[in-house]
Structures are given as structure tokens and as C-alpha cells.
């Protein structure tokens, strides 16, 4: 069994991981800000911003390019969050990621959580902005504040890593904790991991488990394999516990 924990454990410390491809964003206007996009736009704006969101989903994304940059050289968050995806992918423009950031950084600064969560990812990968951990540790708070979890995901990584911040394991796992009960797939294959560990909280299989569970349901490989890892260093007994835990924690978020 030694050398099963010690391969479990080397898993473990060398996947926690950031959230670094682009993050989806709201392609529909988020409800809280429908009264306000209404009253600053007014109606026809606002239809604008829905065919653009359309046109973005099904692919047509020089329809999309056409009808978000009037609404986002006006101002309008979300639109210019769209923007800086569309150059961040090089949809209907050439890649690049400056413009990228700008676009981001406009709509972040109106605080927009996906823009401000997006900026963070170019910050920590040096895409279209000098790499600064500190920097993409601020946007990431930003987002995370408004409820985030992709950005609570990350945020929690950096605190564990210290990256941009102390490193601060309890810190670090209290984010990463509000991303797992989000449903956030990269946070809660890391929380397993700190429970894993015992970093920052207790060592507890059953908790690793579970929370391997859960994000390897989602698809993530990650997790699984850590699942896997983790169960031959468990009793029937505590697999039994981590798998119902995993079903309570699905049943009381799928209310």
C-alpha cells in the first residue's frame, strides 16, 4: 500500500489546476442587468445585443461582429465582452489578443464578471498583456467576489500556489470550495485534492472522493483518475460513504 500512496499523492500534487482556456461566457444578458441595459439602450439596442448572442451561438460570427462593436464602442458591457472573444478566438477577425484585453478590461471595468475572469486568464498566461500573477489575482478576485466560480476555481489555485498572492492553503481551499459547490468541475477535482493532502483542510478520503467524484462525473479526467487513486486507499465502507455523499450533494443541488 506505500507505493499506491505515494503514486496516488504524486498525482495529486502535480495536477491542480488553473482554469486556462477561455471561459464560456453569457451569451444571454444576465437578468440583473436587463432594467439597466433596457433603460441605457433602449429597446432596439437591446434586440441588437439578443442577435448578435444568436448569431455568436450558431456560429455566424461575422453576424455577431456586426452587431456587437456598434453596441460596444457605445459602451455596453456585455457586448464588449463578446468583442474580446471574438478577437480572443480569431472568430471573424484576426486572433489577437491585445485587442483581446482591451475589450476585456472595458467590460471589466464596468464589472462584467466574465470579462474580469477572462482578463485574469490573459494576466496569467502573458497573452496580449505583459504575464503578471498579481494582476491576473486581482481580476480573478473581481469576478470571484461577484459569485464566479470559474474565477473562484482560479483564484483558489493561486492562493494554494502562491502565485500573485501569499500562499495561504486555508485561503486557497475556501475559494476553491465555493467554486465545487457551484458545480465547477476544475474546482472540485481540486478541492479533492486538497483533501487529499491535507492541505488546508484535514486529510479525509471520503472527501477526496466525493469531490473526485463529482467533477469526474462532469467529465473531468482528472478527477476520475485521482477517484480511482484515492479508492485503493479506502474501505469498501468509506467508498460507500464518498459515493453517497456524492449522490446527497447532486440531489440538493439539482433542486
Avoid at 465582452?81 to 478566438?89: K, V
Wanted: net charge positive; charged share 20%.
Amino acid at each position: 500500500m506505500g507505493d499506491t500512496r505515494s503514486k496516488a499523492k504524486s498525482v495529486a500534487q502535480s495536477h491542480l489546476t488553473i482554469c486556462s482556456d477561455r471561459m464560456p461566457n453569457m451569451r444571454k444578458v444576465p437578468t440583473g442587468m436587463l432594467i439597466l441595459v433596457l433603460l441605457s439602450l433602449g429597446v432596439p439596442a437591446l434586440a441588437d445585443l439578443a442577435a448578435g448572442q444568436r448569431a455568436y451561438a450558431v456560429g455566424d460570427y461575422a453576424g455577431a461582429l456586426r452587431e456587437f462593436l456598434p453596441l460596444a464602442q457605445q459602451g455596453n458591457a456585455t457586448a464588449q465582452l463578446n468583442i474580446g472573444d471574438l478577437y480572443n478566438e480569431g472568430h471573424a477577425v484576426p486572433q489577437d489578443y491585445q485587442e483581446a484585453a482591451r475589450w476585456y478590461r472595458l467590460a471589466g471595468e464596468q464589472g462584467n464578471a466574465w470579462a474580469q475572469l477572462n482578463l485574469g486568464v490573459l494576466y496569467g498566461k502573458g497573452q496580449g498583456v505583459p504575464q503578471d500573477y498579481k494582476e491576473a489575482a486581482h481580476w480573478y478576485r473581481l469576478a470571484a467576489e461577484q459569485g464566479n466560480a470559474w474565477a473562484q476555481s482560479n483564484l483558489g489555485v493561486m492562493y494554494v500556489e502562491g502565485q500573485g498572492l501569499p500562499r495561504d492553503a486555508v485561503e486557497g481551499t475556501r475559494w476553491l470550495r465555493l467554486g465545487a459547490e457551484q458545480g465547477n468541475v476544475y474546482a472540485q477535482s481540486n478541492l479533492g485534492l486538497r483533501y487529499l493532502n491535507g492541505q488546508g483542510v484535514p486529510q479525509d478520503y471520503i472527501q477526496a472522493h466525493m469531490w473526485f467524484n463529482l467533477a469526474g462525473a462532469s467529465g473531468n479526467a482528472e478527477g476520475i483518475k485521482n477517484r480511482d487513486a484515492v479508492a485503493r486507499k479506502m474501505t469498501p465502507a468509506q467508498i460507500a460513504d464518498a459515493q453517497r455523499l456524492a449522490r446527497e450533494w447532486k440531489a440538493k443541488t439539482n433542486k
